[in-house]
């Protein structure tokens, strides 16, 4: 509390200014302006030390989902597997822009929404699933080929399409999912 020594009052016709010490004035610490911390800077250059790994942490992760489709091929769809695969495709949807595999994230995006929308999984051409995970595959193998990007892009671009046409098809009894399916992307596009 502020001793009544320390509040400043200024009376004027029509009202008073109270002004309080600051307490935050004690605890402030000043740095010299050549001793100015960038967290930002800071932070980018702890990306830029980890950026070698980032193919390693996409590659674990496309091999997740390929073994949560090889679950299901294996077992058929389950609560457990289904939701192993929705949660790999949205992993790497989340984290593809970040480790510089957009393609990758548009199309696991794809297959997130067919997980999603789909009335039935088993209904599901087996190979549109299969084409998702293969180009998730692809494109994080073979990112580092300086002709592969716009290549990965119309992969996603037409998967993401074909995507579309199905669920619309599929759903075209279900109105309330059609705004949903035809909604724009929201995965980071190269």
């Not at 970040?98 to 087996?126: K, M, N, Q």
């Not at 084409?131 to 002709?147: F, G, P, Y």
């Amino acid at each position: 509390m502020a001793k009544s020594r320390d509040i400043e009052v200024t009376k004027f016709s029509t009202h008073h200014v109270i002004v309080q010490p600051n307490p935050l004035r004690k605890v402030l610490r000043r740095v010299p302006e050549d001793d100015l911390d960038d967290p930002v800077a800071r932070a980018e250059k702890a990306l830029a030390g980890l950026s070698g790994e980032f193919k390693n942490w996409m590659a674990i992760e496309a091999d997740r989902l390929s073994a949560a489709h090889a679950a299901i091929l294996m077992n058929g769809f389950s609560d457990a597997t289904r939701e192993e695969l929705f949660r790999a495709a949205h992993d790497i949807k989340g984290d593809a822009a970040t480790f510089g595999y957009p393609s990758a994230g548009a199309a696991a995006e794809s297959l997130c929404r067919i997980i999603e929308h789909a009335p039935d999984l088993e209904r599901v051409p087996s190979d549109l699933i299969a084409h998702h995970i293969n180009a998730v595959q692809a494109i994080v193998r073979e990112r580092t080929k300086l002709d592969t990007a716009a290549m990965a892009g119309e992969l996603s671009r037409q998967l993401r399409g074909i995507a579309d046409a199905f669920l619309t098809h599929a759903n075209r009894d279900r109105p309330e999912h059609l705004e949903a399916i035809l909604a724009p992307s929201i995965a980071p596009a190269e």
